[in-house]
């Protein structure tokens, strides 16, 4: 989970903070990754795990993976894992300065986001797909590892972004789930018709605007890169942020919330929908009690070109150097195993990268929770590039001149445009 600098928007305060505890999330080049790409992690050795490894791992994730360890060590009884919780404010210049050192632990839990950055140095290892194949996961989790074709580490779990909405009101209206563009916005006027003050909440610029705003760039059919390079002023970018204007100028959604506003007004009925992640199921039944739940429902993101939306998670990787690499991508192999996953999630409630692990137990039974699931199939992520970071706070700002400024869709690309050609992909 990548620190992020301070919110220009209150409203950012609401959703933003969420997103930035659970968001850490293309090839640099633009491109898919395949197994059939040519590998440079030599094979790991057959038969049970032996030696010692260390695990670095933040937030419930570290504090909880030792379930996991034992689990590992009971089937492996001449292996030992060591695990080192971080808090997530402090992983990231933690890493950094282990690698610098060369006193890199033999596993880490890295943010997806992060993953350019840290493999452009050379530290992580190849991930060895005869071991843990590319196929195992979702395709969008999967990129998130992989830099210039290559993966570097496995995406141990996932989180994306559905739509949520007040099903009520909706079936006051009279509008269904969006299958499109035309559909959301539908959605989003039926919803204010039948009481609410503001059909959908969409950030309006500030930290993380642009997790919420790039699938509606995907959907559209737009690329983030070309050749190489940034790639932020096309067509089907514009087009996308005028659509994604169009939600503030026609005051379909607010430009500012208060903290804890964006909740409390989707139970209170003022707020008609938003887009967010699994985390914010739990959040609703705290705020709205267990009655609430008949109120609001899930939907997948609508579909124009796709219907793409956002992936981010958390990815493990093995460090070079790593004095027991064979134990260590084995531990790796374990833990993305679709039953590991199913236990794991049933231990922090972290959503599994294995497709296989939403086949059966809550994660196929539990209909909002197969939602997920389902947009899972159709989720990408920013390039897998050192600087994105960079890049993602000048979308960020520049979708706030847009909204709250009110500058054009146009003049809003070319700036982006200009300034992440500027900052370059650091490849």
Same mark, same amino acid.
């Given at each position: 989970?990548?620190?992020?600098?301070?919110?220009?928007?209150?409203?950012?305060?609401?959703?933003?903070?969420?997103?930035?505890?659970?968001?850490?999330?293309?090839?640099?080049?633009?491109?898919?990754?395949?197994?059939?790409?040519?590998?440079?992690?030599?094979?790991?050795?057959?038969?049970?795990?032996?030696?010692?490894?260390?695990?670095?791992?933040?937030?419930?994730?570290?504090?909880?993976?030792?379930?996991?360890?034992?689990?590992?060590?009971?089937?492996?009884?001449?292996?030992?894992?060591?695990?080192?919780?971080?808090?997530?404010?402090?992983?990231?210049? $933690?890493?950094?300065?282990?690698?610098?050192?060369?006193?890199?632990?033999?596993?880490?839990?890295?943010?997806?986001?992060?993953?350019?950055?840290?493999?452009?140095?050379?530290?992580?290892?190849?991930?060895?797909?005869?071991?843990?194949?590319?196929?195992? !996961?979702?395709?969008?989790?999967?990129?998130?590892?992989?830099?210039?074709?290559?993966?570097?580490?496995?995406?141990?779990?996932?989180?994306?972004?559905?739509?949520?909405?007040?099903?009520?009101?909706?079936?006051?209206?009279?509008?269904?789930?969006?299958?499109?563009?035309?559909?959301?916005?539908?959605?989003? $006027?039926?919803?204010?018709?039948?009481?609410?003050?503001?059909?959908?909440?969409?950030?309006?610029?500030?930290?993380?605007?642009?997790?919420? !705003?790039?699938?509606?760039?995907?959907?559209?059919?737009?690329?983030?890169?070309?050749?190489?390079?940034?790639?932020?002023?096309?067509?089907?970018?514009?087009?996308?942020?005028?659509?994604?204007?169009?939600?503030?100028?026609?005051?379909?959604?607010?430009?500012?919330?208060?903290?804890?506003?964006?909740?409390?007004?989707?139970? +209170?009925?003022?707020?008609?929908?938003?887009?967010?992640?699994?985390?914010?199921?739990?959040?609703?039944?705290?705020?709205?009690?267990?009655?609430? $739940?008949?109120?609001?429902?899930?939907?997948?993101?609508?579909?124009?070109?796709?219907?793409?939306?956002?992936?981010?998670?958390?990815?493990?990787?093995?460090?070079?150097?790593?004095?027991?690499?064979?134990?260590?991508?084995?531990?790796?192999?374990?833990?993305?195993?679709?039953?590991?996953?199913?236990?794991?999630?049933?231990?922090?409630?972290?959503?599994?990268?294995?497709?296989?692990?939403?086949?059966?137990?809550?994660?196929?039974?539990?209909?909002?929770?197969?939602?997920?699931?389902?947009?899972?199939?159709?989720?990408?992520?920013?390039?897998?590039?050192?600087?994105?970071?960079?890049?993602?706070?000048?979308? +960020?700002?520049?979708?706030?001149?847009?909204?709250?400024?009110?500058?054009?869709?146009?003049?809003?690309?070319?700036?982006?445009?200009?300034?992440?050609?500027?900052?370059?992909?650091?490849?």
């Amino acid at each position: 989970m990548p620190a992020r600098r301070h919110l220009a928007v209150p409203f950012a305060l609401t959703l933003a903070a969420v997103l930035a505890v659970a968001a850490c999330g293309r090839d640099a080049s633009g491109g898919d990754t395949a197994d059939g790409a040519e590998n440079a992690a030599p094979a790991v050795a057959d038969g049970p795990a032996t030696g010692d490894i260390t695990v670095w791992a933040m937030g419930a994730e570290g504090e909880n993976l030792d379930v996991l360890a034992e689990e590992f060590t009971a089937a492996n009884p001449d292996a030992t894992v060591d695990v080192t919780a971080i808090p997530w404010d402090a992983a990231h210049d $933690r890493i950094a300065t282990a690698i610098a050192a060369g006193e890199t632990p033999d596993v880490s839990l890295v943010g997806t986001t992060w993953m350019g950055e840290f493999a452009a140095t050379g530290a992580l290892e190849p991930t060895p797909t005869d071991l843990v194949p590319a196929d195992r !996961f979702f395709p969008g989790p999967w990129e998130t590892t992989v830099l210039d074709g290559q993966s570097y580490g496995v995406p141990w779990y996932t989180e994306t972004r559905v739509l949520y909405y007040r099903s009520d009101l909706a079936e006051q209206a009279g509008v269904s789930e969006p299958q499109d563009w035309e559909g959301l916005r539908d959605l989003a $006027r039926g919803l204010q018709d039948a009481g609410a003050e503001h059909g959908i909440a969409l950030q309006p610029g500030g930290t993380g605007a642009w997790q919420t !705003f790039l699938p509606f760039a995907w959907q559209n059919g737009a690329e983030l890169t070309a050749d190489g390079e940034p790639a932020l002023d096309s067509p089907e970018m514009v087009e996308a942020l005028a659509y994604y204007r169009s939600f503030f100028t026609d005051g379909l959604s607010p430009l500012a919330l208060e903290q804890g506003e964006l909740e409390q007004g989707f139970v +209170d009925g003022r707020i008609g929908a938003f887009v967010s992640g699994p985390w914010h199921m739990s959040l609703l039944d705290e705020q709205g009690g267990e009655a609430f $739940r008949e109120s609001w429902d899930v939907a997948v993101m609508p579909a124009e070109e796709t219907g793409a939306s956002f992936v981010g998670g958390g990815n493990l990787v093995v460090f070079e150097g790593s004095d027991d690499r064979d134990t260590a991508w084995k531990f790796l192999e374990f833990v993305t195993r679709a039953d590991v996953q199913q236990t794991w999630y049933e231990t922090v409630s972290a959503l599994p990268t294995n497709p296989e692990a939403w086949e059966s137990g809550d994660l196929a039974d539990d209909e909002r929770l197969a939602t997920f699931g389902e947009q899972l199939a159709e989720a990408q992520s920013p390039p897998v590039a050192p600087t994105w970071e960079q890049i993602a706070e000048v979308v +960020d700002s520049q979708l706030e001149r847009m909204t709250v400024a009110e500058d054009e869709p146009a003049a809003v690309a070319t700036r982006m445009q200009e300034e992440a050609a500027a900052i370059g992909l650091g490849g």
